[in-house]
């Protein structure tokens, strides 16, 4: 037999070794994650924390800690599935699952501005830096997959400033088609996380507002942790 004959036979029996050993070669999907750290326009629960700017209709801010008189922006929203939706801090991953998944990321940190509280105006702004964001290269077992992702930042405007931060692991199951996030986030400000399947419509994985009572106080933790609370997303089917 000549070797043009020989390939669909040696490609059907690679195929059946794959099937055998139970992993689906046609089952590759596309997922699409992001979870993201925004200053929400509300915070019901600490009166004074955030405030309208004057004269800006739909623009809101959050004092500095301290008594400066100046004010940053929050990210004038609250909850969001837009995948562009503005925030302080964001980590979009795309993973292709599969036998040897492979994973990409984008760490993003919004335009941070500061104004004056009493007028709103005499605007600064800056972006701050990703340096300190990370992603674990993805890891299968089984119908499972799992990344490890995080990121950190603080106030670009503000020397020393305390950062926001979030870290978790993302498990994709590949068989039932959910993902899930166990994770550790900060007090202040809002978290959330949304994931779409092959080009589907993105689905909330979690959404938190800040602590109870919290301010950007909470922030200054010492990197002792106490600033922190965990979480974890049951898994959510996307398909």
Not at 210 to 228: E, K, N, Q, R, V
Request: aromatic share 8%; proline share 8%; hydrophobic share 40%.
């Amino acid at each position: 037999m000549d070797r043009q004959a020989l390939t669909p036979v040696i490609g059907s029996l690679l195929f059946g070794l794959l099937l055998g050993s139970g992993v689906d070669v046609r089952a590759q999907d596309t997922v699409r994650f992001v979870v993201r750290a925004f200053i929400p326009k509300s915070h019901p629960t600490s009166p004074g924390a955030i405030k309208a700017v004057p004269g800006q209709s739909g623009m809101f801010m959050v004092p500095d800690v301290l008594p400066t008189g100046q004010c940053f922006d929050t990210d004038h929203r609250e909850f969001s599935a837009d995948p562009a939706a503005s925030s302080r801090l964001s980590s979009a991953v795309k993973l292709i699952s599969g036998a040897s998944p492979t994973a990409s990321v984008i760490h993003a940190a919004g335009r941070t501005v500061r104004r004056k509280c009493a007028t709103g105006g005499d605007e600064t702004a800056a972006t701050a830096q990703t340096t300190a964001c990370h992603m674990g290269q993805p890891a299968a077992a089984g119908n499972l997959i799992q990344i490890v992702v995080g990121c950190s930042a603080g106030n670009p405007l503000v020397l020393g400033a305390p950062k926001i931060d979030y870290g978790g692991t993302i498990t994709y199951d590949m068989a039932a088609k959910t993902l899930a996030f166990q994770a550790t986030v900060g007090n202040f400000p809002s978290f959330e996380a949304y994931a779409s399947l092959n080009g589907g419509p993105f689905k909330k994985i979690f959404a938190i507002d800040p602590a109870p009572g919290s301010t950007p106080w909470a922030l200054f933790d010492a990197g002792l942790g106490f600033g922190s609370r965990p979480l974890s997303a049951q898994p959510v089917k996307l398909n």
